[in-house]
């Protein structure tokens, strides 16, 4: 089974700087999708960005770009100059392109505060 | 386009009660999901459909049915609630699989005494 590891519980940044969450999963296959998500105090889920294993270059979506490496099972959220809007919870997730759904696997996230 | 919304909001039940939570999509998605979050992890799948009248079970299934009777909905039952099921419930839908995003309702905050 796949999982989805968030090592920090809680990260800190201060407004206009650049901060990296981390995201490593554990899986098998060869061709899977990644995800982060941001779930802000409003419980909300909204999808922030997402990765196709298969593409080597790194997502991004306006101040929002990842560091995927492969071969290190690893997935990181970059986010430059931060927002005070940006503070909310951070959810990497995990989906195979088959089978179970396509389900997304969780990791425990990360909290992100913005210092003004 | 409402997109993904659930009924109610928040609920408190005793040991032992029944309830069905209710999601609707208006976005003619053929993917639906019950998920559950619980206070420092993240989403874990309970059930999920892959188009009308099909359901299918997930990661955490025990204690709960679902229904797709109509395309756009689908609801999520606790036959017997215990305090174990107090958690905060999210319904999703996704158009395909893979790479398609998948839309969250707002949740479901279920408290169970």
């Known amino acids: 089974a796949q999982t989805v590891t968030q090592s920090q519980p809680e990260m800190s940044v201060q407004e206009a700087e650049t901060v990296t969450l981390s995201c490593t999963y554990d899986?098998?296959?060869?061709?899977?999708?990644l995800f982060w998500y941001k779930q802000p105090p409003s419980r909300q889920m909204i999808l922030v960005i997402r990765?196709?294993?298969?593409k080597q270059q790194n997502a991004t979506e306006n101040r929002f770009s990842v560091n995927f490496q492969k071969a290190a099972k690893s997935f990181s959220l970059k986010i430059s100059d931060s927002q005070l809007g940006d503070a909310a919870m951070y959810f990497c997730?995990?989906?195979?392109?088959w089978g179970a759904g396509n389900m997304l696997t969780f990791g425990g996230g990360t909290r992100l505060m913005v210092k003004p | 386009n409402a997109g993904v919304t659930q009924t109610p909001k928040f609920r408190v039940l005793k040991t032992g009660q029944s309830m069905t939570l209710l999601c609707a999509q208006d976005?003619?998605?053929?993917?639906m999901y019950w998920y559950r979050q619980d206070p420092g992890m993240g989403l874990r799948l309970i059930h999920y459909?892959?188009?009308?009248?099909?359901?299918a079970k997930g990661e955490v299934p025990d204690g709960y049915n679902v229904s797709r009777l109509k395309k756009q909905n689908f609801l999520l039952g606790l036959e017997s609630a215990a305090p174990s099921q107090t958690s905060v419930y999210f319904c999703?839908?996704?158009?395909?699989?893979?790479?398609?995003?998948?839309?969250f309702g707002p949740g479901t905050r279920l408290t169970v005494l």
């Open positions: 999703a839908s996704s158009y395909g699989t893979g790479y398609n995003e998948q839309f």
């Open positions: 459909s892959v188009g009308e009248g099909t359901t």
């Open positions: 997730a995990y989906r195979r392109p």
């Open positions: 990765q196709e294993a298969y």
């Open positions: 976005m003619n998605h053929e993917y």
């Open positions: 899986t098998s296959e060869s061709d899977y999708y």
